[in-house]
């Protein structure tokens, strides 16, 4: 078979053997990759410093004929951003978002939007790891835009119990489980109660719709956040995310 060219963002990763590492990769035509490095962990092989997580390489490689093991042959580096590894905020948030990505890519099917969002995520907060809460206001409109992506997008319009158009209010009902908000002519009703709502403000609510569509939304959108709201926010992906994709996310859980 012949060798392949690819784009690719490094996942993560295992040690094989004494020598060797498997590295795991994001590409955009065929999703999530494994790929054999031989040895990568000797002191002078020519793949040292190019397969740490974040990084953004061009890869050319050798598909498996039978497995899913493929055998990496060439490695540019194309952005290492230096800006996540020096900060512990862009660092943690990167980290999150590699991790939320690492659970949804197909392996071995084509995922460019995907790829395109890690990477469009990757440049933002490497720009923006100095700045203070940024970061993390990156991740958590990674993470609606990610949902999005999916076809997991809440509804945020419509009360997800009678179909109302949600009046603008303070705050509003968002329930995690159910799919959306649920406007307060329905949370008396028993029915609706699946699993705690969080409350979350005007300003959250149009953060979550607006990064829904768009990543990232402009710098003015962004910062008009509140802290109060951003938290709103995060909590509010941590939740959904938990419930959505199936999978145990910090600050979540299924039966929240
Ligand atoms: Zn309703």
Not at 108 to 126: M, R, T
Not at 195 to 207: K, N, S, T, V
Request: charged share 25%; proline share 4%; glycine share 10%.
């Amino acid at each position: 078979m012949s060798d392949l060219k690819q784009q690719a963002i490094v996942i993560g990763g295992v040690n094989y053997s004494d020598s060797s590492r498997v590295l795991w990769l994001i590409t955009p035509e065929y999703g999530r990759q494994s790929m054999l490095v031989r040895g990568a962990r000797r002191a002078r092989s020519r793949f040292a410093g190019r397969m740490e997580t974040f990084n953004l390489l061009e890869v050319v490689y050798r598909k498996s004929r039978s497995g899913t093991l493929h055998t990496l042959r060439e490695a540019d580096v194309q952005n290492q951003f230096p800006g996540l590894r020096a900060s512990l905020e862009a660092f943690m948030a990167a980290s999150g978002a590699v991790e939320m990505i690492k659970n949804v890519a197909p392996e071995d099917h084509e995922c460019a939007a995907l790829f395109q969002l890690l990477e469009d995520f990757l440049c933002c907060a490497d720009e923006a790891a100095d700045e203070e809460g940024m970061p993390a206001l990156l991740l958590a409109a990674f993470g609606w835009r990610l949902l999005s992506l999916l076809g997991l997008e809440p509804q945020l319009v419509n009360c997800i119990r009678c179909g109302e158009r949600l009046e603008r209010c303070e705050s509003y009902r968002f329930q995690p489980a159910s799919g959306g908000v649920v406007c307060s002519g329905c949370a008396g009703d028993p029915g609706s109660a699946t699993g705690r709502p969080l409350l979350i403000g005007y300003g959250a609510l149009r953060f979550i719709y607006r990064s829904g569509r768009k990543f990232p939304l402009v710098r003015e959108e962004l910062s008009a956040l509140s802290r109060q709201e951003l938290a709103q926010a995060q909590r509010a992906v941590e939740r959904y995310s938990a419930y959505h994709l199936g999978e145990k996310q910090p600050g979540g859980s299924r039966q929240a």
